[in-house]
């Protein structure tokens, strides 16, 4: 009769951000330990037209102010703020935000409860003292739902909640095993398969 063990991975050595995927994490808050870049930074290199459809998407009057032009033919100026001046010299957090919802993006805010441990989510923790909203993550291809799993993958390697199982035969000798296995609830499901 097989039965089987799970312990924790204590050999955890790649960040489920390290996998490829193109979902983008950005923060807002740099007392965080999370592995993000500034949401300005994020959107330096999404897309080289970026920031003429961010630009476009900007009324006259705020164009004006990013230069303090009185007057300035639209295009021209346009194609100069591109080139010289950087996403966070040209637009507000919120309304980067906006122009990436109105561009088909997916976002969902990043909250972080630091107590002991890190633990994130897209939605908030009921601590108002070791938590709070940390940035943003966001893709164009997917849902919602894929973009709260990998908030809870990322989560879940970052509190620790990676396990690994042995099968194990009747004289106590393993005989199959798997690591790096997000969630004790998986690594159990995944090991009572196996017998």
Known sequence: MLTYRIYQDDDIVESPRDWGNDNVIVGINSICDVEAESLYAALEHIDSNLKIDLLNSLD?????????????????????????????????????????????YNILPVYMYNHSGIC????????????????????REDTDDILKADIGLYSSYLEGDVYCYDILDADNDVVDSCCGIYGYEEAEKEAKSCI
């Open 60 to 104: 006259d009057y705020t164009l004006r102010e990013v230069l303090d032009l009185p007057n300035y033919d639209r295009v021209e100026t346009i194609q100069m703020i591109a080139d010289n001046y950087s996403i966070d010299e040209i637009a507000t957090e919120d309304q980067l935000l906006s122009f990436l919802k109105e561009e088909g």
């Open 120 to 139: 994130i989510s897209t939605t908030p923790f009921s601590c108002k003292w070791d938590s709070g909203q940390i940035g943003y993550i966001y893709s």
